[in-house]
């Protein structure tokens, strides 16, 4: 099943979207918001999936699907924690600020949490008063749950995944070190985050879901250039349950929680990278310094996933970065 | 004027409470919850204001008011941050980690995202799984917040200051050294908060609502016994305009984002202390080693906030330590 929302309010309009992305139908007598799709998924979900199944069956069904029309799935939500799962990712990037990375972070998952309370649409432009900021994106996958329970083990975090979409986390790289210095972990460096117009539940991606993972390349372009496309099944050394269990270790997590995996990074460096950070690591290890800028006013950057037939899943994130207005 | 919700649901039912916190009255033709109070302020406000006013007048109005019927004023909430802004308990925390406070923490404020989507009812069990953990309440204030935009200033911050309440910032003390060595902050070691049953308008504190301060004494009792009742407007490094204009650096914040001052403490010993870390620190200053344990199953915390006449201001926080179910 894939939904979306609506730009409309500040919680957007729960819409069900046709398997390829051509149709959509208001589903305001199920739920009105995401959010509350989520807070009754037990009774929504299966008439959510009802309507899906005879959006896809009937082609006279429902209205034209705009992804510009759509607001990030949840608008706002209640809780948004991002990982760093791709551990040679967070290896390369440390190294790139000087710093060392301990040997327990291939097996002790890095969480943070992000603000949630007013994410960007995914095609709205990135607002940031200052590009010494250092301002760039990061391709993530990120999953959606329902109500968790404290304590929730590995095993059974899996059934708690109810949605699946993608982020761009934006990070103002040239903030990091100065507030990683403070202590209490990011802030003001992490501005909001967008996701991808459309979130899919799990059997959507068929068997390319396996292991809490999503066993398919991630497509970045950067400017209208391929920038990467790792497979986001591939170097993920804490998988979702993982990441999700770690996250519920000493309280409950509610209905609408979304976990980030980080950004998305192979080893195999032939697959490109998923933010600028990464890239100016490689070329200082292989220059000596860095050579990409961090993103300039104008700079697009689109993300979007396509399974083996080339079909967009998720709809596409394509954002421009622009001063403040 | 005071406000509260009545436990219902996921996000409660927002009531009117009177000023003496003996009567209350539905406000469901308003605003069903605080959150679409504060989504809409500019209009519900001023009509709210009149309930509260009338309630006030009529002692015939309206029902009994029941704090344990209470959860916290934003049952979840989209954003909570927490500062850190009574600097000299950071560095007496700091000491008691062994770790060096930087000066830079006298200028720069220090916030941390906390978890908002499961926040305690006032009265609700702290439920922690193992003692082992460390857990140690903090008495902090709080500011609640309509829409404040990107680069709002000191200047400006002070009017979107929309309610005041209490926080008991339940913390595991020894989850923390090992989280913040991680270097992204805390996460595990913070569990849900729990609130104050009331916020309240700045008027409603007049003249102790003094330059974005709270200036009263917050009193703790700890099982009974009095612990602290330092005044939150002294040694208040940073006031809630500067900590709402440090927030708002990268991002806009939504209607409802809540910030927290850090845990109150006064320079002078003599009022006590407002969380067990800072009494460990002083009896290792004084006796080489802490004292004081954390808490145990079945202690008690209260917090609360009285005028000059004794009144209670937002009600109370009161809270029992159980292991999990």
């Not at 060392?100 to 095609?123: K, N, V």
């Not at 975090?157 to 934006?170: E, R």
């Amino acid at each position: 099943m894939k939904l979306a929302s609506l730009k409309s309010g500040r919680d957007g309009r729960l819409i069900v979207v046709s398997r390829d992305l051509s149709r959509a139908v208001e589903v305001s007598n199920i739920a009105h918001t995401m959010q509350q799709a989520l807070d009754n998924w037990q009774q929504t979900e299966p008439r959510l999936q009802n309507i899906y199944q005879q959006l896809n069956e009937q082609q006279s069904l429902g209205f034209e699907f705009d992804q510009q029309a759509c607001h990030s799935p949840l608008p706002r939500a209640y809780h948004w924690a991002d990982g760093s799962a791709y551990v040679n990712h967070v290896e390369l990037v440390r190294k790139a600020r000087g710093a060392q990375m301990p040997d327990s972070f291939w097996h002790d998952p890095l969480i943070y949490q992000g603000g949630s309370d007013t994410f960007l649409a995914p095609t709205q432009d990135i607002q940031i008063p200052e590009l010494d900021w250092g301002v760039d994106f990061e391709a993530e996958i990120a999953i959606i749950v329902d109500d968790v329970m404290l304590g929730c083990s590995t095993k059974d975090a899996g059934q708690h995944i109810k949605l699946i979409c993608l982020v761009n986390d934006v990070s103002l790289r040239n903030l990091i070190p100065g507030e990683l210095a403070k202590g209490f972990g990011f802030y003001q460096s992490k501005p909001s985050s967008a996701f991808s117009p459309v979130a899919v539940t799990p059997d959507e991606l068929h068997t390319h879901w396996q292991d809490s993972k999503v066993h398919l390349p991630l497509s970045v372009h950067f400017n209208n250039e391929l920038y990467g496309q790792p497979n986001a099944g591939v170097d993920m050394t804490f998988d979702f349950s993982q990441l999700l269990s770690h996250a519920a270790k000493s309280r409950p997590l509610a209905a609408g929680t979304i976990i980030g995996s980080g950004t998305v990074s192979n080893k195999d460096r032939s697959v490109g990278s998923c933010c600028i950070a990464e890239q100016r690591m490689l070329e200082t290890i292989e220059h000596g310094k860095p050579i990409s800028s961090f993103m300039r006013y104008g700079d697009n950057i689109r993300i979007e996933m396509f399974d083996h037939q080339q079909n967009s899943i998720f709809g596409q994130i394509n954002q421009n970065l622009h001063p403040v207005e």
